[in-house]
């Protein structure tokens, strides 16, 4: 199986800021039949279910703020989010969806306002 | 509006089982694959299992293979979680998701503890 590994486990930074969270997998998740990275991050607030901010590494899901962006191909990810607002406080999980038959999420990332 | 509403969650033994129903509406559903997942009290996400759209084909995630069967009802819209030999670990919300291909969206889900 395809293990993610997100870093920080948490961070905290000032409102308007730029918070920076990375996940690498232990294999490459870019599919060569397509080019496309089976990458997705999530947010989770809590007593919530997780939102779909991104997929396709880089696809931000319509509706999501401009300020959350995704980057990396291959085996290196990276959600960041600029101009930090007090809404974003939230976990952020990433994920593959390379395999049909498992498909995993890295930890997790606590995101607080400094 | 896409919707996913879960039920059948609540308290059982260990040993015990449990159905977990998913009703879906705002969407063509017999043309998506659909997944559980589970979160523990204060812990991450854990993908569960997997139904395609036609019912044909399902996969598990190690630590429920043999225990759990996932399947669907494509006439009423929903996809099931039936649940055996639970264990206390199994204790979790259970989130219902489509595919898309990633996740999107999640139902509210439904907790689920197994305790004595």
């Known amino acids: 199986d395809i293990v993610m590994t997100q870093s920080p486990d948490s961070l905290a930074v000032s409102l308007g800021e730029r918070a920076t969270i990375n996940c690498k997998s232990s294999?490459?998740?870019?599919?060569?039949?397509?080019?496309?990275?089976?990458l997705a991050w999530y947010q989770q607030k809590p007593g919530q279910p997780p939102k779909l901010l991104i997929y396709w590494a880089s696809t931000r899901k319509s509706g999501v703020p401009d300020r959350f962006s995704g980057s990396g191909s291959g085996t290196d990810f990276t959600l960041t989010i600029s101009n930090l607002q007090a809404e974003d406080v939230a976990v952020y999980y990433c994920q593959h969806y390379y395999s049909t038959v498992s498909y995993t999420f890295g930890q997790g990332t606590k995101l607080q306002i400094k | 509006e896409v919707q996913l509403v879960e039920s059948g969650g609540g308290l059982v033994q260990p040993g015990g089982s449990l159905r977990l129903s998913c009703a879906a509406s705002?969407?063509?559903?017999?043309?998506?694959?659909m997944h559980w997942v589970r979160q523990a009290p204060g812990k991450g996400l854990v993908w569960v299992s997997r139904?395609?759209?036609?019912?044909?084909?399902?996969a598990y995630a190690d630590s429920v293979k043999g225990r759990f069967t996932i399947s669907r009802d494509n006439a009423k819209n929903t996809v099931y979680l039936q649940m055996n030999s639970l264990r206390a670990e199994d204790t979790a919300v259970y989130y219902c998701?489509?595919?898309?291909?990633?996740?999107?969206?999640w139902g509210q889900g439904t907790l689920v503890t197994v305790s004595s």
């Open positions: 705002g969407f063509t559903f017999n043309s998506y694959w």
């Open positions: 294999q490459s998740v870019l599919h060569s039949s397509n080019n496309k990275n089976y």
């Open positions: 139904i395609n759209n036609d019912g044909s084909d399902s």
């Open positions: 998701v489509r595919d898309f291909p990633s996740f999107d969206p």
